[in-house]
């Protein structure tokens, strides 16, 4: 039965420089990497590429030593040309100079009739195989789902709320024969529901509309409410012992991709936006892009932050370097390399901030576009308890005492308080409100790891 569900706590941060709805026309990168930071839960990454190799798009380059089933693909066909390390020889990039026509490695193609007659066992293996898997995410933990589980249900999130949040209309345009393939698969891999879940405040994109075999699910309110770990809350909470597994719609698709094409399809549609481009517009390239010519002569200044995704949660890369995995969205917002002395007493207009006393008369014009930069006006310090991290999280959960207790590393008080219910991404919001300047996402990721782990 759908549902509709309003939530009144969060926050919008309305920043200037949203892309342009049209697709510009640039040369595709030369280069693309794939990065595993882009997952959760890779322990033991092993390589089955070196320097030099060549590889197809969906050829095998990595796996974890954990779970060997799962494989890791190159997105583009072309030449290793290096594999970055980092502090203790840690995987960070598989860099590959792409061919100028991609080809793809070869799988089995199936018909609508044949996906519907299609075992689970037979779906999980192709999509094993395949490297589509890895856009499988298990909840809780926030990692890569394990192909031996069976999840209760199944939960895709049709909107993005957050900061310059590309339109999902324009980046999924035509895909919706592969979409609905996508869905008929997933529905194989749960005997619950699969929950896709709606922005009620805007119009329903074409692509999701008649999506079928789905339970259609409708949030209104501030961000974070197209956070798909907030939509679960309120759909059907995680408790102990609970698995179930989320995917973008980009996911979706790239299933269906493989079993109507026989192929593995990397092609994506990103947004270049923020207040420091130009020209905020989207490009046709494929997943682990670099940037490098979409930004050139894009920008308006050199002290700027490139982000891969958004400005919440995203990733700083360099002018030249390459986007994560699940990002459709590059952000180019000012470096904040500077000292304001007594900035936050001074009332402006100019600032953005939840809090009043800071962005003193912001408040009064909440549809004003703002220029954000990264500077975070002040320096960590005491824990302050000040009530405020509960009125951006729309989850009937206690963050301020939640990321205490990870502090502590109490364990029972952290399954009390609901760490199974969130990932990173659900309490970013609260980094951005907080007035002590703790790295709060990096404080989730720490209990997330104690309680999977321990």
């Known amino acids: 039965m759908s549902k509709f569900i309003k939530l009144k706590k969060g926050f919008d941060i309305n920043l200037a420089g949203k892309a342009e709805k049209k697709i510009a026309q640039v040369d595709q990168p030369e280069t693309f990497a794939y990065k595993p930071s882009s997952f959760h839960g890779i322990l033991r990454p092993k390589l089955t590429v070196n320097e030099g190799d060549n590889v197809k798009a969906g050829t095998p380059i990595l796996f974890d030593k954990k779970n060997d089933r799962v494989k890791h693909v190159a997105p583009v066909s072309g030449e290793i040309v290096e594999i970055k390390r980092g502090e203790k020889r840690k995987l960070l990039e598989i860099v590959i100079l792409a061919d100028k026509k991609i080809e793809h490695v070869e799988h089995k193609k199936y018909s609508v009739s044949d996906i519907n007659n299609a075992t689970r066992e037979e779906a999980v293996e192709h999509l094993l195989a395949s490297g589509t898997w890895v856009n499988l995410v298990q909840r809780p933990f926030g990692v890569i789902a394990d192909p031996e589980e069976t999840p209760k249900a199944i939960f895709i999130s049709a909107f993005d709320s957050h900061p310059l949040a590309p339109d999902y209309d324009l980046l999924f345009k035509g895909e919706e024969q592969y979409f609905q393939a996508g869905i008929d698969v997933l529905k194989k891999l749960t005997p619950g529901v699969i929950h896709l879940n709606l922005n009620s405040d805007a119009e329903v994109s074409q692509i999701f509309s008649h999506a079928k075999n789905v339970q259609v699910n409708k949030f209104s309110g501030p961000h974070p409410a197209g956070n798909v770990g907030v939509q679960i809350h309120h759909l059907d909470p995680i408790n102990k012992g609970d698995v179930a597994w989320t995917i973008n719609p980009f996911g979706v698709?790239?299933?269906?991709?493989?079993?109507?094409?026989?192929?593995?399809?990397?092609?994506?549609?990103?947004?270049?936006?923020?207040?420091?481009?130009?020209?905020?517009?989207?490009?046709?390239?494929?997943?682990?892009?670099?940037?490098?010519?979409?930004?050139?002569?894009?920008?308006?200044?050199?002290?700027?932050r490139y982000v891969s995704g958004n400005v919440l949660t995203g990733e700083r890369i360099d002018a030249d370097g390459h986007i994560g995995y699940n990002d459709?969205?590059?952000?180019?917002?000012?470096?904040?390399?500077?000292?304001?002395?007594?900035?936050?007493?001074?009332?402006?207009?100019?600032?953005?901030?939840?809090?009043?006393?800071?962005?003193?008369?912001?408040?009064?014009?909440?549809?004003?576009?703002?220029?954000?930069?990264?500077?975070?006006?002040?320096?960590?310090?005491a824990f302050v308890q000040t009530g405020v991290f509960e009125k951006v999280t729309p989850m009937d959960i206690l963050p301020t005492y939640l990321l205490k207790a990870i502090l502590a590393e109490d364990f029972d008080e952290m399954e009390a308080l609901g760490i199974y219910e969130i990932i990173e991404e659900d309490l970013a919001l609260c980094e951005f409100v907080d007035v002590s300047k703790h790295d709060v996402q990096s404080i989730v990721r720490e209990g997330l790891d104690l309680v999977q782990y321990s």
């Open 328 to 381: 459709n969205l590059v952000s180019v917002i000012p470096e904040g390399n500077y000292y304001e002395m007594f900035g936050w007493i001074l009332p402006t207009t100019k600032k953005l901030s939840f809090q009043r006393a800071f962005g003193l008369l912001s408040f009064l014009n909440p549809k004003k576009e703002y220029v954000v930069d990264t500077n975070e006006r002040g320096e960590p310090r």
């Open 253 to 304: 698709i790239q299933i269906g991709k493989l079993f109507l094409e026989g192929i593995y399809d990397a092609s994506k549609v990103v947004a270049l936006a923020g207040s420091e481009v130009n020209n905020p517009q989207y490009y046709k390239t494929y997943t682990g892009a670099s940037i490098k010519k979409m930004v050139a002569d894009n920008i308006k200044s050199d002290n700027v």
